[in-house]
Structure formats: structure tokens, C-alpha cells
């Protein structure tokens, strides 16, 4: 199993340029999640999806978008690029309503690191 | 106030010594406890997680709960070199919930 990839590893995007950061897992989890992580911040969670076809807001959703078609992708979109969204981006997933299981363990990606200039 | 807090350090060790690493919190609602290390450049992994109070242990690692004084700790005896990473303390009411993570702390252990 590869776990969680993402693509691309980095990025320098100029300000009103948008994309795309992809986000595939082969565990067959449930949930997925973006978070982006500046330093000293800690991890701010900006959308999250419980299944194919159902996402929710974070804590810092404003500037982004994001799509769950498959169980096993999660595109993060960011439309008009801004420096206040240079960041490193981590997607991770888990499996929730494992049997019995009292806590679910996210998994996360590599990162995409993205510098908005 | 910030919901969890954390001293980003960074903290710098002689291999051997015992690392204590902290995290305290404002929302007497979490039970679920959790510390993630994240190597340079790389994404965070589960460590060791603790559901409410009390202490876990795994090899060289023990986890610390007190809810009493919302207060969380990692220890880590006979540190290695290996173990230099950022660690990040994270934290939740419900299972279903959403995890809310520390800033963490940089750790160094010199050979």
C-alpha cells in the first residue's frame, strides 16, 4: 500500500493564479482531511469529508474549495492564489467505524509545500 | 488563551537523557490524547494515544494524562538521535471529533 499521496511535492504560484493539490489513499478510509501547517501554528484543518460526495468546513476554509467524488481522492482547490496562503499542505485520511475501535488514526501525506508570491 | 498549547523549544539533548515533552489545553471537554512526530519534511505519525486520564507506555515512550490540571506529557528515556523530530500533542472530546493539534516542539538529540 503506498498510503497517502500527494502531488505536487512543491509549488511557486503567482498571486491570482489558482490550483489544484491532489490527494489520492488506498486504505479505502471514509474520512479524509486537509490541513495546512505554518510554523509555530501547529496543523489548522481547512475542509474535511466523511464519504464520497460529503465535505464540511475546518477551522480555515476561506480561499479554498474541495471535491469528493471517490473514496479514494481528495482535490484541494485554491482559486486567486494569495501570499497568506503559502503553507505546507498535508491531506490525511482514516477509518472511522472500525468495530470496537475507541479512536481512529489519521494518516498523512508527504505535503505539498506552496509559496504564493 | 489558545486551545492547546505547546513550548515549540527548541529543545536540545545529549543522547541517553530523558526528553519530557509538554502540552496544556483549556477544554475540559477533550478525553481523547494523542502526540504525533513529524520528521523534517515529512507528515506527522501517530506515536501513542490515551483515552482520559492516566499513563501509557510503549518501549521508551510513556504518555501522561491529568485532566485535573489539563495537562499532557510525553517522555521519552534514552533518547537517541533518532528520535530529533518536532512533536506534536493533539487532542479531542468525542471519537467522531475533529483533532485539534499544538504547535509543537523541536527536539534535537546530539550524539
Known amino acids: 500500500n503506498a498510503g497517502v499521496t500527494q502531488t505536487p511535492k512543491f509549488r511557486i504560484l503567482k498571486i491570482g493564479q489558482s490550483m489544484t493539490l491532489q490527494c489520492t489513499q488506498d486504505m479505502n478510509h471514509n474520512y479524509m482531511y486537509w490541513y495546512r501547517q505554518d510554523p509555530g501554528m501547529g496543523l489548522k484543518l481547512i475542509y474535511y469529508?466523511?464519504?464520497?460526495?460529503?465535505?464540511d468546513k475546518g477551522e480555515v476554509p476561506n480561499g479554498y474549495n474541495v471535491s469528493r467524488s471517490t473514496t479514494e481522492d481528495f482535490p484541494l482547490r485554491l482559486e486567486l492564489a494569495a501570499p497568506s496562503q503559502t503553507s505546507v499542505y498535508f491531506c490525511?485520511?482514516?477509518?472511522?467505524?472500525?468495530?470496537?475501535?475507541?479512536?481512529?488514526?489519521?494518516?498523512f501525506g508527504p505535503g505539498t509545500r506552496l509559496t504564493v508570491l | 488563551q489558545k486551545e492547546v498549547e505547546q513550548d515549540p523549544g527548541p529543545l536540545s539533548v545529549p543522547e541517553g537523557a530523558i526528553v519530557s515533552l509538554n502540552c496544556t489545553y483549556s477544554?475540559?471537554?477533550?478525553?481523547?490524547f494523542m502526540w504525533y512526530r513529524q520528521y523534517s519534511r515529512k507528515g506527522p505519525e501517530l506515536l501513542m494515544y490515551?483515552?482520559?486520564?492516566g499513563n501509557k507506555e510503549d518501549g521508551r515512550f510513556t504518555a501522561q494524562v491529568d485532566k485535573s490540571s489539563k495537562y499532557i506529557s510525553l517522555f521519552i528515556r534514552d533518547s537517541q538521535p533518532s528520535d530529533s523530530a518536532t512533536y506534536l500533542c493533539?487532542?479531542?472530546?468525542?471519537?467522531?471529533?475533529?483533532?485539534?493539534f499544538g504547535p509543537g516542539t523541536s527536539l534535537s538529540v546530539i550524539p
Open positions: 490525511a485520511s482514516s477509518s472511522y467505524g472500525t468495530s470496537g475501535a475507541l479512536y481512529n488514526e489519521q494518516f
Open positions: 477544554n475540559s471537554a477533550f478525553q481523547y
Open positions: 469529508s466523511v464519504g464520497a460526495g460529503i465535505t
Open positions: 490515551t483515552y482520559s486520564s
Open positions: 493533539a487532542m479531542k472530546e468525542t471519537s467522531y471529533d475533529k483533532v485539534i
